[in-house]
């Protein structure tokens, strides 16, 4: 099993500062990681998916990058409705799964 | 509009049983893998469970093999999960979700709390 390592655990900012989210992946899992937004008591979103590709209607002050085994999400200038918990989540082989997440507050 | 309704869900003795349905609407849902993922009270996402667009290519976390099946119901536009023997840390909210990464395609249902206690 691919394990997907994030951090911080948690990050505090303060809206319009940007924020970078790191994902470690346990061995290659070449491009195959996806983004995922989520707030309390609703679903997950999905932000990024391939690495760096954004879903549809997601702002483009969300970015993502990396290839092999480092990712990062990138939030160019933090918005009130972005604070959240972030996950990563890879599919490069069964079992998927995620990473702990990333919880981003309000500083 | 497209939607992904998840239910079923409730409240259910150590060693029991439970079937959850997820309806989608407003999309092919032949064309697209689906997906169980839960996520226990506070904790994080864990897969549970996948089934290709035809059924016939499924796929299980070892925490839940041999105790879930998921299926689908094409002509329902319904995706299943039927959980037996029931323990304790299955209690989650279980998600379902159409996934088709190679184009972005993303739908997530709601959830449905499944609580496993005596």
């Known amino acids: 099993e691919i394990v997907l390592t994030q951090s911080p655990a948690t990050l505090s900012l303060s809206p319009g500062d940007g924020a970078t989210l790191s994902c470690r992946a346990s061995q290659s899992i070449s491009s195959f990681l996806a983004w995922y937004q989520q707030k309390p008591g609703q679903a997950p979103r999905l932000l990024i998916y391939d690495a760096s590709k954004r879903a549809t209607g997601i702002p483009a002050r969300f970015s993502g990058s990396g290839s092999g085994t480092d990712f990062t999400l990138t939030i160019s200038s933090l918005e009130p409705e972005d604070f959240a918990v972030y996950y990563c989540h890879h599919r490069s082989s069964w079992p998927f799964t995620f990473g702990q997440g990333t919880k981003l507050e309000i500083k | 509009e497209v939607q992904v309704v998840a239910s079923g869900g409730g409240l259910v003795q150590p060693g029991g049983s439970l079937r959850l349905s997820c309806a989608a609407s407003g999309f092919t849902f032949s064309s697209h893998w689906m997906h169980w993922v839960r996520q226990a009270p506070g904790k994080g996402l864990v897969w549970v469970a996948r089934s290709s667009p035809d059924g016939s290519s499924t796929n299980y976390a070892d925490s839940v093999k041999g105790r879930v099946t998921i299926s689908s119901d094409n002509a329902k536009n319904t995706l299943y999960l039927e959980m037996n023997s029931l323990r304790v840390e299955d209690t989650a909210v279980y998600y379902c979700?159409?996934?088709?990464?190679?184009?972005?395609?993303?739908?997530w249902g709601q959830g449905t709390l499944v609580t496993v206690s005596s």
């Open positions: 979700a159409s996934l088709d990464y190679a184009s972005g395609w993303a739908a």
